[in-house]
């Protein structure tokens, strides 16, 4: 070999953040069924954290909330540089579960971060307890998505896991983003 080519002890592979970033964007169940045993309670609690892990990793979150008969925008998207639990507080539940309005919502938000950082990595994160008809399809770009099952009690339906084997997502308990 000649003094300064280029060898195989020369080259390394590196692994790079995603250059365009990341989004999460948080879809929480609002409805009446939320409020027994505390589940829209300790939903809020698990956003707070999962805001400040986005927050800590410069990523951007949005927050929407369905309930009722409608779905919104409640944050975001953008950093949460001072996220807390005063946004949370006035989050109240009742009425029905519109699941396919607030994914339909966050479908929309995700469709115009994709079209202005295409190369951001967006995450979509399904609050809820699965009681709701709705079937609704998977939004094109989510690139990850993930469905934390609040349903709780002997008579459980499973929605939220047949969504997510629907959608070729992952379906996890509070418990085990927590933990």
């Given at each position: 070999?000649r003094?300064?080519?280029l060898?195989?002890?020369?080259?390394?592979?590196?692994?790079?953040?995603?250059?365009?970033?990341?989004?999460?964007?948080?879809?929480?169940?609002?409805?009446?069924?939320?409020?027994?045993?505390?589940?829209?309670?300790?939903?809020?609690?698990?956003?707070?954290?999962?805001?400040?892990?986005?927050g800590?990793?410069?990523?951007?979150?949005?927050?929407?909330?369905?309930?009722?008969?409608?779905?919104?925008?409640?944050?975001?998207?953008a950093?949460?540089?001072?996220?807390?639990?005063?946004?949370?507080?006035?989050?109240?539940?009742?009425?029905?579960?519109?699941?396919?309005?607030?994914?339909?919502?966050?479908?929309?938000?995700?469709?115009?971060?994709?079209?202005?950082?295409?190369?951001?990595?967006?995450?979509?994160?399904?609050?809820?307890?699965?009681?709701?008809?709705?079937?609704?399809?998977?939004?094109?770009?989510?690139?990850e998505v993930?469905?934390?099952?609040?349903?709780?009690?002997?008579?459980?339906?499973?929605?939220?896991?047949?969504?997510?084997?629907?959608?070729?997502?992952?379906?996890?308990?509070?418990?085990?983003?927590?933990?």
């Open positions: 070999m003094d300064g080519a060898s195989r002890e020369h080259l390394r592979f590196v692994h790079e953040t995603p250059r365009g970033g990341v989004l999460h964007c948080f879809v929480l169940d609002c409805s009446g069924s939320m409020l027994t045993g505390q589940r829209l309670a300790l939903a809020k609690g698990l956003l707070i954290a999962l805001f400040d892990r986005a800590a990793m410069r990523a951007e979150a949005a927050l929407v909330c369905f309930g009722g008969a409608s779905a919104d925008v409640r944050f975001g998207p950093v949460p540089r001072w996220w807390n639990e005063r946004w949370l507080e006035p989050v109240g539940a009742g009425g029905g579960s519109p699941l396919e309005a607030g994914v339909r919502r966050a479908a929309q938000l995700l469709e115009r971060s994709a079209r202005r950082r295409p190369a951001q990595q967006r995450w979509l994160w399904i609050l809820t307890d699965g009681r709701t008809r709705d079937e609704p399809r998977r939004p094109a770009d989510a690139d993930v469905f934390v099952d609040f349903e709780r009690g002997t008579l459980r339906l499973g929605r939220c896991e047949a969504l997510a084997n629907a959608w070729g997502a992952r379906c996890m308990t509070p418990e085990a983003l927590i933990g």
